[in-house]
């Protein structure tokens, strides 16, 4: 069945050019094809709150949009959410409403029929057939791709997405009240939300213009994004370094608009105590390695030895060669433990990919005495696996750079996807905290060098710091806090309505009247 729905998806994308469909890291969603259908917008992802808090002049409301076509944009989503809850405990004076965020997968749960509402199962196929990615990614890339994705999107999804649009955050079931604010993390989030926005907040008149509830894009990718990230229609737009400040510039986004903060990532991986006080705490990198960040201690508590240690993690699916890495890896770890008499480590995580995790765990696999091996599934403490580690391997994806720079960890990148991920490895590379190595044995190579040159290691690790942007997520979270806290309070001031859309087979006369904010 598997090989049938691939050949049935590769034949398909492969006729198909009127739309740029697929970006970031991997995503546990299923492969499997399902035939096109209407699926429920309120049954696939419930909505993510923070409080208990229902009454409208209690909260301010934020609907997140993205798409699981890869775990990056739901982390970034949720990574906002817990970053609104603390703000709201620690900075009350200056944020003294909660945050109710609504984040929702557009496209799987508002898609009116394939391919738009089967976009994580064809992420999957695209990811595992690179080919056919570059081909996308290159294609979507250019005008006639970029105008044939606007156009088939709105024909296609214009209906479909404004009913999540005008969706009630606090009661999804319910098209009531609409957001006070919209905020996308995904790259297909843009053009089309803004013209549905424009239309509502016009009562009707304009899909190009009237728009008043603010809009945001976070960009959640790093070294290289693709032009459908960027749009001068948004309010804001956050991007995480100087090579996406310059591609929003490229797409005649203006530059009051952009503001660089970093990515936002989980809060494990914040600096320490900035969750817990107003001011976010200096930060002496020698005292947390001592302290909070002790790596014996941390090592300890995750039931690791107190050695050198390497970590390969895969993703959420475990994806680029897991196996054949690990393998050359430990025996490497083997060949050098015994000509150095020095214990080594390695960790590997496999995400969901339980073949790799029962592949590389005894008793199919039998590691040598001179190493310590431990294989995990999915884990949810990745801030504590790398904070124990002295290398990563792992796929270039964005997040976990990011992630590794703020624990210092120095990086040998194995993968990356055309076009999307391809920036990511120059990125790592010029600011000093890792490599490229595509195949195992250039993995392995790599790993045996860095641990015979310790001082290597060292200033790697001192870099990888250097790039680091622990206070992204918090930052971008306060900018977002205070948007949409003083369109609460406009609202509240002026007496407004925000407008929305007709009830079905409403006359015509009463089309997008006005409903209760």
């Known amino acids: 069945m598997r090989v049938s729905n691939s050949a049935a998806a590769i034949a398909w994308l492969l006729s198909l050019s009127s739309t740029y469909a697929f970006q970031s890291p991997s995503s546990p969603a299923s492969v499997r094809l399902h035939t096109a259908r209407r699926p429920s917008p309120i049954v696939v992802k419930p909505i993510t709150s923070l409080s208990a808090a229902t009454k409208d002049d209690e909260v301010a409301t934020i609907q997140i949009l993205m798409s699981d076509t890869g775990g990056g944009h739901r982390a970034s989503a949720n990574a906002l959410r817990d970053a609104f809850n603390v703000l709201h405990e620690t900075e009350p004076a200056r944020f003294p409403l909660a945050i109710e965020c609504d984040i929702v997968d557009i496209y799987t749960d508002y898609g009116p029929f394939f391919p738009y509402n089967q976009y994580v199962a064809l992420y999957k196929i695209m990811a595992e057939y690179s080919f056919l990615w570059k081909f996308f990614y290159e294609f979507g890339s250019t005008p006639i791709g970029l105008w044939l994705n606007e156009v088939g999107l709105e024909l296609a999804c214009f209906e479909p997405f404004q009913k999540c649009l005008t969706r009630n955050p606090l009661s999804i079931y319910e098209n009531d009240k609409r957001a006070d604010m919209v905020v996308s993390v995904h790259p297909l989030c843009q053009d089309l939300p803004l013209k549905i926005l424009n ?210 960890l120095p990086c040998i990148l194995s993968s990356f996807l055309p076009g999307q991920e391809e920036g990511n490895v120059p990125y790592v590379v010029e600011n000093g905290f890792g490599c490229y190595q595509g195949e195992p044995e250039g993995i392995a190579n790599t790993v045996e060098e860095w641990f015979a040159q310790g001082g290597m290691l060292e200033k790697m690790r001192n870099d990888a710091l250097i790039a680091a942007r622990p206070d992204a997520t918090l930052d971008i979270a306060r900018d977002l806090a205070d948007m949409v806290l003083a369109r609460k309070d406009e609202l509240k001031k002026s007496g407004k309505m925000v407008a929305m859309p007709p009830p079905p087979g409403a006359p015509k006369e009463l089309m997008y009247g006005q409903g209760p904010f």
């Not at 090592?299 to 690990?326: F, H, N, S, W, Y």
């Open 199 to 408: 239309q509502l907040d016009s009562h009707g008149a304009s899909r190009e213009k009237g728009r008043e509830t603010p809009f945001v894009t976070v960009v959640t990718d790093l070294g290289g994004a693709h032009p459908t990230w960027f749009n001068d229609g948004v309010d804001k737009c956050f991007v995480p370094s100087d090579v996406l400040k310059k591609a929003a510039l490229d797409r005649n986004v203006k530059e009051s608009k952009i503001v660089q903060y970093g990515l936002p990532i989980r809060r494990g991986f914040w600096r320490f105590g900035a969750d817990f006080a107003e001011e976010p705490e200096e930060q002496n990198e020698e005292e947390e390695i001592q302290g909070v960040h002790h790596k014996p201690t941390i090592r300890a508590e995750l039931g690791l030895k107190d050695m050198p240690t390497v970590l390969i993690v895969g993703g959420g699916d475990g994806m680029g060669g897991i196996i054949a890495q690990a393998q050359a890896v430990g025996k490497r770890l083997q060949k050098l433990a015994s000509s150095s008499g020095t214990s080594y480590q390695m960790v590997v995580v496999c995400g969901n990919n339980k073949a790799a995790q029962s592949t590389l765990s005894p008793p199919q696999t039998q590691w040598g005495s001179d190493i310590e091996v431990n294989v995990q599934g999915f884990v949810n403490n990745m801030d504590e696996y790398m904070r124990a580690s002295d290398i990563l391997v792992t796929k270039a994806g964005p997040g976990t750079i990011a992630e590794a720079s703020i624990c210092g």
